[in-house]
Every structure is written in C-alpha cells, then in structure tokens.
C-alpha cells in the first residue's frame, strides 16, 4: 500500500526513523529502505513510500522516495 506523508524523525546514527502519513499514522522506516540508495533524510521531507506488515508484526515502510 502506498501513504503519503513526511519524515517526522530520523537517527543518523541508528540510521532509522519514523514517516507520519497524511492520514495520521506513523510508521517505522530503516534507511535501507531509501529508494534512491542514500543514507539519510531530513525531518519534515515529503516522501511516497510503500509500507508492508514487518518481521515483527507491526506495519513498516519497505520503499521510500522523496517527493520534490
């Protein structure tokens, strides 16, 4: 599924964070899941990203691209 929304926080050094969709939901994101290969995204970014149940049971982002 995709959400749009924005990055509402990002640890550079855990290199994860937390996407807060236009809906209102907040979903986990690590920066693997970057789609343009970088390691880092500003707070506040716009992004598309597409989500899926993670490892763990809870919905995560798998795909993240930046929305200029």
């Known amino acids: 599924m995709k959400v749009l929304g924005v990055v509402n926080s990002f640890d550079d050094d855990r290199g994860d964070g937390f996407v807060l969709s236009d809906a209102g939901e907040t979903f986990y994101f690590h920066c693997v899941s970057i789609s343009d290969g970088s390691r880092h995204v500003d707070d506040g970014e716009r992004i598309c990203a597409r989500r899926s149940v993670g490892h763990r ?12």
């Open 57 to 68: 049971g809870r919905d995560e982002v798998v795909a993240l691209e930046r929305l200029h």
